[in-house]
């Protein structure tokens, strides 16, 4: 089965950057739908950007031009870069994957398999 661990979070200031990342077990890696959600108290969570198998990428509108997903098949890494952050941005961030893109990528019931979360705080 896929196991998810997320790296990279950590406290930044208004306008800075940062880089989380998402480390897969899975020899199929290259076959997986990906996404990054986030969420904070009280909240659902919510999709922040999905990529497909195929690369395609979708954001949501409050992270468009500011955030880029990637995907690393060589190294089964799933990347979230961040600019002009925002103290808005502030979440646990997760990692999400299925093998089957099923729905609408940026909503959680999408995704079968889950991380553990990173924390990003923005102040």
């Known amino acids: 089965d896929v196991q998810l661990v997320e790296s990279g979070g950590g406290s930044v200031q208004a306008g800075g950057s940062l880089r989380i990342s998402c480390s897969a077990s899975?020899?199929?890696?290259?076959?997986?739908?990906m996404a990054w959600f986030r969420q904070v108290p009280r909240k659902e969570r919510e999709g922040v950007a999905a990529?497909?198998?195929?690369?395609?990428?979708d954001y949501a509108d409050s992270v468009k031009g500011r955030f880029t997903i990637s995907k690393d098949n060589e190294r089964n890494t799933l990347a979230l870069q961040m600019n002009s952050l925002k103290p808005e941005d502030s979440a646990m961030y997760y990692c999400?994957?299925?093998?089957?893109?099923?729905?609408?990528?940026?909503?959680?019931?999408?995704?079968?398999?889950w991380g553990q979360g990173t924390q990003v705080t923005v102040s």
């Open positions: 899975m020899f199929t890696y290259s076959r997986l739908c």
């Open positions: 990529i497909s198998s195929a690369g395609s990428a």
């Open positions: 999400a994957a299925t093998r089957v893109m099923v729905g609408d990528p940026l909503q959680a019931r999408t995704y079968t398999t």
